[in-house]
């Protein structure tokens, strides 16, 4: 089984910015499709951004233009660069295999709070 383990989260002001990582109890994740969730208190989780095994990417169309995910193999992470942070990006965040019904063991999760 994969252990995955979030980091980077934080307290950080409107339009600032975060990156988040992810790194893998094995060098497997080049592999496979992964993906940055989200989950606010009392919403549904929602995909963020996703990387393909092949190196291409898509992303949520409300994190568009100010998240990149990206991987290094040599390290078996992932990151997610989040720039113009608004107050609706706060909830945990969460990395995994996708699609979820192949998901790994989930990790803790990393907070992400955007507040003045």
């Known amino acids: 089984q994969v252990e995955l383990v979030e980091s980077g989260g934080g307290l950080v002001q409107p339009g600032g910015s975060l990156t988040l990582s992810c790194v893998a109890s094995?060098?497997?994740?080049?592999?496979?499709?992964i993906v940055w969730y989200r989950q606010a208190p009392g919403k549904q989780r929602e995909l963020v951004a996703r990387?393909?095994?092949?190196?291409?990417?898509n992303y949520a169309d409300s994190v568009q233009g100010r998240f990149s995910i990206s991987r290094d193999n040599a390290k078996n992470s992932v990151y997610l660069q989040m720039n113009s942070l608004k107050p609706e990006d706060t909830a945990l965040y969460y990395c995994?295999?996708?699609?979820?019904?192949?998901?790994?063991?989930w990790g803790q999760g990393t907070q992400v709070t955007v507040s003045t």
């Open positions: 995994n295999r996708y699609p979820e019904r192949y998901s790994w063991s």
């Open positions: 094995k060098a497997i994740l080049s592999f496979f499709d």
């Open positions: 990387i393909m095994s092949g190196g291409e990417t």
